[in-house]
């Protein structure tokens, strides 16, 4: 009993850092042969895929964030492109109008939209108090209401769905107990499931979903072994976690007949792989991060009182995988998005 809450508060620690936190061209086109052309993107999820709903408070909006792409702090959580963008690029459309900014950019609504929030989860959420992911759906349905979008619209689009952490995190800080952790990873994905299965009975026919990613491997928990280790133990509280989500994501196939209306990108061994320098990009040290903060205290964008940097920034943000305490670079996510393209092209069948 000692070990598991040993366990629990040494996941809090690195949990807590890490969410907080809250011009390269894309090459991943895709090669697609089917007849599915799909015209929209729409995303829900947390900073993974968030590409500017949070407020400007966040470090999302400071410097050095966006360095990379556009050239300015625009809400990514990375110096530039993040999941989204790639995502989009392979399916051939721009990257979705955010929520937020859904009244000022209307000629963009033709691409989707973005309903991801940085820092939120399934639940509620201690990271930050953006609209979960029910809401983010609540927010979708009204604008189909409104006929904003249409049935056609619906049809011939794609979802991503991020899910990294954050309802962890918010279990901890509110103690959660350690005979209540694997029940509490159970009802994550069974609402996770309720979700991506409301969010296709709206209209949208294929949706695509994110593994939990090796969160063992993150700055916070590698940093005791100068970024060389993961953390073994850490990681291992991932697979329970996806092996659920692998279950209900067959379950929801069956029940659409068979069909591949939903897919996960594993983003555990697309990290690991590139962690592990398999790929064709290579990273010298990939388990350090560009930036971070001069001391425990800081983190990637912080300033003191009187607005001195507190915070350290890698001369060559394509030489890191990671970009903060949390999430890769543009170059990482480059990095990674090839092992993620095989379940992408699923949806097209």
Known sequence: MDAQHKLLSSV?????????????????????????????????GDSYADTGNT?????????????TFPGKPYGRFSDGRVLTDYVAKFIGVKSPIQYRWRKYWISLLRYGMNFAYGGTGAFDSVVYPGPNM???????QHLIKKKVFTA????????????????????????GSAQGWKSFIKALINQLAVNLKRIHGLGVQKI??????????????????TFRKCNATD???VSFHNLLLQQAVAKLNNETSGRSSFVILDLYDSFMSVMENKGSIKFENPLKPCCFGISSEYSCGSVDENGAKKY????????????????PTQQGWRAVFPALQASLQKLYY
């Open 152 to 175: 056609r619209d619906l049809k011939s689009s794609v979802c991503l769905v991020s899910l990294v952490g954050n309802d962890y995190t918010t279990y901890i800080a509110r103690n």
């Open 55 to 67: 407020n400007k408070s966040e470090s999302a909006w400071k410097h050095p964030y966006g360095i």
């Open 235 to 237: 990681n291992s509280l």
């Open 134 to 140: 029910t809401t983010q759906i609540d927010f979708f």
């Open 12 to 44: 809090l620690c690195y949990f807590l850092v890490l969410f907080l936190l809250s011009g390269q061209q894309v090459s991943v086109q895709g090669h697609l042969t089917s007849d599915f052309r799909p015209s929209k993107l729409f995303v829900f």
């Open 208 to 225: 695509a979903v994110t593994g939990l990613q090796p969160l063992g491997c993150l700055p916070p928990r590698t940093a005791s072994s």
């Open 312 to 327: 350290t920034v890698c001369e060559d943000p394509e030489s890191a995988f990671f970009w903060d305490a949390a999430h």
